[in-house]
């Protein structure tokens, strides 16, 4: 039975074969799509982020000023 190729292998990729680019380029844009959709679930169950992907609070903590600035808060 003949192996799959990964086609993520960057290394052993042949950018002249167009199959194989699209390929990699498929495979790129779901995985990064799949790990933005991971931390998107992520920032709304910890409830840092609402549905539609607006922040729930937009303070700065205390601990997080800089006590320099000259801006009040």
């Given at each position: ?12 990729l ?38 539609h ?21």
């Open positions: 039975m003949p192996r799959t190729k990964n086609p993520l292998d960057y290394a052993n042949n950018l002249d074969d167009p199959r194989e680019h699209d390929a990699f380029l498929d495979a790129w844009i779901a995985k990064g799509s799949a790990q933005t959709a991971d931390h998107l679930r992520s920032l709304k169950a910890r409830g840092i982020i609402d549905e992907g607006r922040r729930t609070a937009t303070h700065t903590p205390a601990d997080m000023l800089d006590p320099n600035s000259s801006v009040e808060q």
